[in-house]
């Protein structure tokens, strides 16, 4: 296969992070929206430092032969290319955040430094340092002779070269922690930020010195903990392991620093020394070296108009809000869309569960969960209400692995059966199972979701989520609960895509079903919606499937190691990405013509992590209604030419131009969403008017009645 299909998974996703620093650069965007994206940019960046930069670190270290099984770049090559494109996108997000600013000067927001402030904020900024910040830091002076001191990941300090006779001295002062940062001047919304003060005033904390530079920097570092073996065989619960490792991860090596001036040379070698880092690993940059502040001057600044407007998440249409959801959910299956409908029906439906006298079990898999999590709360009722409640918490969700220690203690607390998934593999399903019992019948409800169990994230994120009571789909997930009670792996499934096993392959057959209809001359089709693709073996299903002649149109937020458009290759497949307001997370597989549509939704991508390396599920959509819903949906995600980018065969993205009336997907999806909720509620008011007006009727009536009756 020729090369020029590939496209190298780390600089796939590094494209994608370009995508969002186009809506920090978007005029289109409010203001403070687009201040917002360019601290999720760098947000993301740092991320990718810790996890993916980490990863290939280790590699190199360890396999550096070993290559990028699409590219064949090796992990010191990749770690090159990363580097070069970082250091070209660092400097458009400088950009980007210098015109921002000078925006919202324009509405009164300014950031400051010591020089620019007045005369009388100097004045109240030297007293607030002596009170405020002084008392709260700890300097210390490093030299040859010194150890070196440790420094907190993604924490800002401030380096000083003292003169020394003898060798070089660095003085080092932290410059965020207990203390506010973004410091308001004269009540106003003019500001500065405590690292500018302190880096203003360093030269007084060490006053017996001569200071010859200073500047701010931060150092990420290597956050990619694995579950190693040997803590296996000790007698430990696997909680106290992962308690362990995340203690661990504080200590990885670090793979950047980040500087917010040129420093002098030699002291710039001898800090480099200390963490063990070269010249590749350094960036400079002209913004604050962390910009999630972003949200304290949206605090700040009440102009409505520099913001996204207020957008709810709506009742679902498909709810009746005077039943019982269980009895709904048995009459037909439900999807619930967020953010544009509420997640309220799914916890209603958890809370019933709790209450229910019919329902025996309950049974889930947690991945992420909001802070004060009403999923937890409902779980432990039904603990405490007799049910017995089986819940697999992956305690190796990646930074929220002490969260989820904490969770799963206070499920176990209230009487909740807890379990940690097979030994080597995440499970990333969102997966409940609620089993009822009607006298000798047994009946199940399953919910089947996209995205995590998250109050927060169901608000942001774009997720889909099927309840359905379905009993194969019952059966299904029900052997899936008992296969991870007993450490086991489902090898086949019946009506539901399990990973690591049972889901590449069914995926593979149904292409390959397509790529028959194509050769026999009948039209094919592939859709697929998903956040990343660099499954090899699914990519080059997917090539195979485009050289017969099947339609493929692909939405694809982040990853895309398939380039599109490749005479020869892949001249049939379109790769769609949207970037907007919300984080498209939904996935839906879409095999076949209208006449033989398979439809389906999941919590995996086509990453080999998904696929052959975590538990995930695939739920088909049998109800004609919902599967009409999920097409419509994917085929205005297709017409989005306001927020979507499309590939081009040299895998640049460009923003879908036509003269096609402009379609934004996700602004769209809401405004149907409001539209549905107006229709249910003036359907609500006719029919409570009809009541009245029958009432009123039947009272005259009765009224009549009784006169005839008096007569």
């Known amino acids: 296969m020729t090369a020029a299909v590939y496209e190298n998974r780390e600089l796939s996703w590094l494209k994608f992070n370009e995508r969002v620093l186009e809506e920090a650069q978007d005029k289109r965007v409010p203001l403070l929206e687009r201040l917002n994206f360019a601290a999720i940019f760098q947000s993301n960046l740092d991320e990718f430092f810790m996890v993916r930069v ?89 030299d040859k002779k010194t150890p070196f001191p440790f420094l907190n990941n993604k924490q800002i300090y401030c380096a000083l070269q003292i003169q020394s006779k003898s060798n070089i001295k660095i003085g080092i002062i932290p410059a965020s922690g207990q203390f506010n940062r973004v410091i308001l ?19 007084n904390v060490f006053k017996n010195y001569k200071i010859i530079d200073k500047t701010l920097f931060r150092i990420t570092r290597n956050a990619d903990i694995t579950v190693e073996e040997g803590l296996y065989d000790h007698d430990l619960d696997f909680r106290e392991v992962m308690e362990e490792l995340c203690k661990k991860r504080k200590k990885l090596h670090p793979v950047r620093l980040q500087l917010s001036e040129t420093f002098s040379q030699p002291a710039l070698e001898f800090l480099c020394k200390k963490l063990e880092l070269n010249e590749e690993h350094i960036f400079y940059l002209k913004t604050p070296l962390d910009l999630s502040f972003a949200g304290d001057i949206a605090d700040i600044c009440n102009d409505p108009s520099l913001k996204f407007d207020k957008l709810v998440p709506q009742k679902s249409e498909s709810i009746a809000e005077t039943m019982n959801i269980i009895p709904q959910i048995k009459r037909r299956d ?48 039904a603990a405490e209400n007799g049910k017995n409640v089986l819940v697999l918490v992956e305690l190796r969700a990646r930074f929220d692995e002490e969260n989820n220690i904490g969770w799963s203690r206070r499920l176990q607390d209230s009487g909740c059966n807890i379990i940690y998934g097979p030994r080597d593999l995440k499970v990333h399903s969102k997966l409940l199972l609620i089993t009822r019992k009607i006298g000798q019948k047994t009946e199940y409800i399953t919910q089947i979701g996209t995205g995590n169990y998250n109050e927060k994230t169901s608000a942001l994120y774009t997720d889909l989520s099927l309840m359905t009571a379905n009993p194969d789909i019952g059966t299904d997930a029900e052997r899936l609960f008992d296969a991870l009670l007993n450490n086991r792996l489902i090898e086949e499934s019946e009506h ?22 194509a050769r026999n001359g009948e039209p094919a089709y592939v859709g697929i919606k998903i956040n990343s693709l660099c499954d090899k073996t699914i990519i080059d299903k997917l090539i195979e499937a485009s050289q017969a002649g099947v339609k493929i149109d692909m939405v694809i937020r982040g990853i895309c190691s398939l380039i599109t458009g490749v005479e020869g290759f892949t001249e049939n497949i379109t790769v769609t990405s949207i970037v907007g307001r919300y984080l498209e997370h939904s996935r839906i597989y879409i095999f076949g013509t209208e006449k033989r549509r398979k439809i389906y939704i999941s919590s995996a991508d086509y990453m080999t992590r998904n696929t052959i390396r975590r538990v995930e599920v695939a739920a088909p959509v049998y109800n004609e209604k919902i599967k ?6 994917f085929e205005i995600l297709l017409r989005d030419n306001v927020k979507a980018r499309i590939q081009l065969p040299d895998g640049a993205y460009v923003y879908k131009v036509n003269d096609n009336p402009p379609v934004d997907a996700q602004r769209f999806f809401f405004e149907e969403a409001y539209k549905k909720a107006e229709r249910k509620a003036a359907a609500k008011e006719k029919a409570k008017a009809r009541a009245a007006a029958k009432a009123k009727t039947n009272s005259r009536k009765k009224q009549k009645n009784k006169e005839n009756t008096n007569i």
């Open 54 to 142: 980490g990863s290939l670190y280790d590699q190199m270290l360890v396999n550096p032969k070993k290559k990028d099984n699409k590219t064949q770049m090796t992990a010191k090559k990749q770690l090159s290319a990363i580097f070069d494109k970082v250091n070209e996108l660092e400097p458009m997000k400088d950009i980007a955040y210098k015109n921002i600013m000078l925006e919202l000067m324009e509405h009164g927001v300014e950031q400051v430094n010591f020089r620019s402030a007045s005369i009388e904020e100097q004045k109240y900024l030297e007293a607030y340092f002596k009170k405020e910040i002084k008392p709260l830091i700890s300097p210390l002076i490093i």
């Open 185 to 203: 001047l004269n009540g106003g919304k003019r500001f500065i930020l405590a690292e500018d003060l302190i880096l203003h005033y360093a030269p």
């Open 334 to 381: 439900i999807l619930l869309s967020y953010p544009y409908e509420s997640i309220k029906p799914f916890i209603q439906l958890l809370n019933e569960a709790a209450k229910d006298p019919k329902v025996t079990d309950i049974k889930i898999t947690l991945y992420r969960l909001a802070k004060n999590s009403q999923i937890i709360e409902a779980l432990c009722d």
């Open 496 to 517: 539901l895509l399990i990973a690591p096993l049972a889901l590449r392959d069914p995926i593979l057959q149904m292409i390959d079903e397509e790529i028959e209809f």
């Open 628 to 633: 009409k819903r999920l097409w419509n949906m």
